[in-house]
């Protein structure tokens, strides 16, 4: 094993921090290294040759390091900086609008056959199209780090200031050049939606200014790994960084044991726009406590709990009983991020025990099978409004806020809608609150069908409710529309009759249901009623507002009837 001996103070200016000797004791430690001895030149004159010799030497402290006799690279003052100072990715506050997160980590003197390296891009493609959601979530990059020298940048800039060679193309590309040479790739254009509407592009470069990638489009060919690569710089960007994390363990636990010193991975440092300073990979492990008793039960089992501690570390979680009756410690590794509730370890303890050798037994609890009494109701509504000559119409829960308020003649705010808070279209704004903008669409879409067209729907609509632990709550409602040369009035109102006969309600003021007039901006003038049942407001039923009609482009008189069937069940 070789020693190398270095100038303290050198080599605390290139590393860029200053340590205690104890420190600088356990960061060797960290790195596989041994601080043997801290000395200096006049001191090891004194001791080899006198004190008479030793006057006039330098009395500079002296760190001598035990080197491993492979760590070639380890043996100057230039090769142990490199060595002990862990990669830096620094990101800029560019990012924050199109992938704001990174993760990174450094796979050292790794070993790639032509299997392991086949391997080690399939599971970054496999990676991408699944945890990483075909790249919107999470796009990994792998390079060489002996091709390339940190610390790294990770920013955003405009696709015209972005110059560089991608991977396997022989000349150099502008961003926006290269958006437009993958459209025709069969593998890369899949991903260019990702960024090519936005005004920045992501870019990470090294400290001389060359591009490792562009993601998640494409990395640098600079970089590039090869059956030849030893040390490799993993980094990830992201939208979402658990998902980033999960990712860059699943790389580095899968491959680190090619390393010449197996299940090793080296850190990396990424440094926030705010100043913070996380170290990856994270590799976390945590401990998990349930009892064997839990597992018995619902599996259907009867096994003890050493043996369900033996089951589920066949399962790569390794556990033990506690000693505390049957109480199992079950650690979860960084490579099980599936596993996150006691849910999630009983079932692996079913399926090491094995589902087909479980004892088949008649459920100790009969229950009898029922339809909910509101979605009986609506199917037996259903049936009855087909057989009185009305289409069926399934529209969508999601509208626009036009749809909901200004075509309807209302005012959003006074609308209870529940909004989404990233739609991805206009079309997809908010939740309906009525059926009517639906069926009134459909009309719209169907303009050509012969006339009367005679359309219902009996769905649920969400209204705000803070009363309601989610802030919301579903609403059942019928909505039935009449469109031909004439409004039809009397069409909507029998329509109204006969669903009031079929759900046993008579005509009256007290017990029954009957119709007042009233006023909705949505309906015409002198031609809206309000619904009472039981004294109570259910919806209403008249002929639409022409400017209603007209924004929803159809052209002939309307008729519509719009109520809440909860309140008879």
Request: charged letters at 25%; a negative charge.
């Amino acid at each position: 094993m070789p020693t190398v001996s270095v100038k303290r103070d050198l080599l605390f200016e290139a590393l860029g921090q200053k340590y205690t000797d104890e420190e600088f004791d356990e960061l060797c430690f960290e790195f596989g290294l041994e601080l043997d001895e801290i000395t200096s030149e006049k001191e090891i004159l004194s001791r080899e040759q006198g004190d008479e010799k030793a006057e006039g030497a330098s009395d500079v402290v002296l760190y001598k390091i035990d080197v491993p006799a492979n760590r070639y690279d380890l043996l100057c003052l230039e090769g142990l900086v490199r060595g002990l100072q862990p990669q830096r990715l620094v990101i800029t506050e560019e990012t924050a609008s199109v992938r704001p997160h990174a993760v990174a980590a450094v796979l050292r003197n790794i070993t790639f056959t032509q299997e392991r390296y086949e391997s080690f891009i399939e599971l970054q493609e496999k990676l991408h199209q699944n945890i990483c959601r075909k790249r919107t979530l999470v796009a990994i990059g792998t390079h060489d780090l002996d091709t390339i020298s940190g610390p790294f940048t990770y920013t955003a800039k405009p696709p015209g200031d972005i110059r560089f060679k991608p991977l396997n193309q022989s000349k150099e590309y502008t961003a926006a050049e290269l958006m437009s040479h993958y459209k025709t790739d069969s593998h890369l254009r899949h991903y260019l939606h990702i960024m090519e509407n936005e005004p920045l592009y992501p870019i990470i470069y090294d400290s001389n200014g060359i591009v490792l990638s562009m993601p998640p489009i494409i990395n640098g060919d600079h970089s590039k790994i090869s059956l030849n690569t030893k040390n490799i710089f993993i980094e990830c960007t992201a939208t979402d960084l658990t998902k980033a994390k999960i990712t860059l363990d699943m790389i580095v636990t899968m491959f680190s044991e090619y390393c010449d010193e197996p299940f090793t991975v080296e850190e990396a440092e990424v440094v926030y726009p705010d100043g913070r300073l996380c170290v990856y990979p994270e590799l976390a492990y945590r401990t998990e406590t349930l009892s064997g008793d839990f597992i018995n039960k619902r599996v259907g089992i009867n096994e003890s709990a050493e043996s369900i501690a033996q089951l589920l570390t066949r399962m790569c979680l390794r556990s033990e009983v506690s000693g505390e009756g049957d109480l199992i410690q079950v650690e979860i590794p960084p490579t099980r991020a599936d596993v996150i509730h006691a849910c999630d370890i009983m079932e692996d303890a079913a399926i090491a025990y094995g589902f087909n050798n479980i004892f088949r037994s008649t459920p100790r609890t009969y229950t009898v099978a029922n339809q909910l009494p509101l979605n009986k109701l609506t199917e037996l509504l259903r049936q009855d409004l087909a057989a009185a000559g009305f289409t069926e119409a399934l529209t969508f829960a999601l509208c626009s806020q036009e749809d909901i308020a200004d075509k309807l003649r209302k005012n959003i705010v006074e609308t209870r809608a529940v909004h989404i808070s990233n739609p991805k279209t206009a079309e997809f704004q908010v939740v309906r609150t009525c059926l009517l903008p639906g069926l009134l669409k459909t009309l719209a879409a169907n303009r050509k069908m012969p006339l009367p067209l005679k359309l219902f729907e009996i769905s649920d609509v969400v209204l705000k409710d803070e009363t309601k632990d989610v802030g919301a709550r579903n609403n059942r409602r019928l909505c039935a529309v009449y469109y031909n040369k004439s409004p039809g009035f009397e069409v909507i109102h029998g329509l109204l009759d006969r669903v009031m006969q079929l759900l046993d309600v008579k005509p009256g003021r007290n017990q029954g249901y009957h119709i007042q007039a009233a006023e909705d901006s949505t309906f015409f003038p002198g031609r809206c009623a309000e619904i009472f049942s039981c004294g109570k407001s259910i919806g209403h039923l008249g002929v639409l507002h022409p400017d209603v009609i007209s924004r929803f482009e159809l052209t002939m008189p309307c008729s519509a009837i719009d109520i809440d069937i909860e309140p008879f069940l």
